[in-house]
């Protein structure tokens, strides 16, 4: 069996982008507004000849009808149960959102290994931009470019390392 790699994040940080990358396809919808992917989405994925699946996610249920709670998509919980490892991808230009830290939660709640990626962070001083987002207490935050290719590397031996 493969490992299962799950990309989770909240909407618009570039999950799709990275998906996209990893798998080399056009499979997953990337789009410039929020929330169009809306369903699992899986691929395959070959990095330095280690091969693994890939699941691109539609993100969270935005907000529930109340304004203040928000809850995960079932779909992205089952992700999150199948995955073997999971990338948390954060965005550096956005910084740090109260959703953010929601997501943070829940994934420490369910126990996966996670890899802390803060994403678009090209042309960025990397450790101003990353430092903040150890408050999510998940370790170290890896600076990526989804759409660059910068840091994915260190991100997927991160990935590795948690197999
Ligand atoms: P998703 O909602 O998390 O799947 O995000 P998408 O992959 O659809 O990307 C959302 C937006 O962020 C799109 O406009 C992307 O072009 C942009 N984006 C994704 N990755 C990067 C990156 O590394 N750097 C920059 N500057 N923009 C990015
Ligand atoms: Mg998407």
């Known amino acids: 069996m493969k490992p299962i790699v799950a990309i989770v994040g909240r909407p618009n940080v570039g999950k799709s982008t ?30 330095d000849g280690r091969e693994f ?10 907000i529930v009808k109340e304004g203040i709670l928000r809850e995960m998509a079932k779909q992205t919980l089952q992700a999150i149960d199948e995955a073997d490892v999971v990338i948390f991808l954060t965005d550096g230009r956005s910084g740090l959102t109260r959703h953010d830290f929601d997501i943070a939660e829940t994934l420490r709640k369910r126990g996966r290994p996670v890899v802390l990626a803060v994403n678009k962070t090209e042309g960025m ?6 430092s903040v987002f150890y408050e999510l207490g998940l370790g170290e935050p890896h600076p990526l470019s989804s759409a660059h290719g910068d840091g994915v590397r260190s991100v997927l031996e991160q990935v590795f390392q948690n197999l």
Do not use: Q
Not at 53 to 62: A, L, Q, R, V
């Open 125 to 130: 001083a990397l450790t101003g931009v990353t």
């Open 53 to 62: 699946i890939c699941i691109d996610t539609g993100g969270f249920e935005p």
């Open 18 to 47: 990275l998906f996209n990358r990893l798998t080399r396809s056009r499979d997953a919808i990337v789009a410039d507004y929020a929330g169009l992917t809306r369903d699992r989405h899986y691929g395959n994925a070959k990095f």
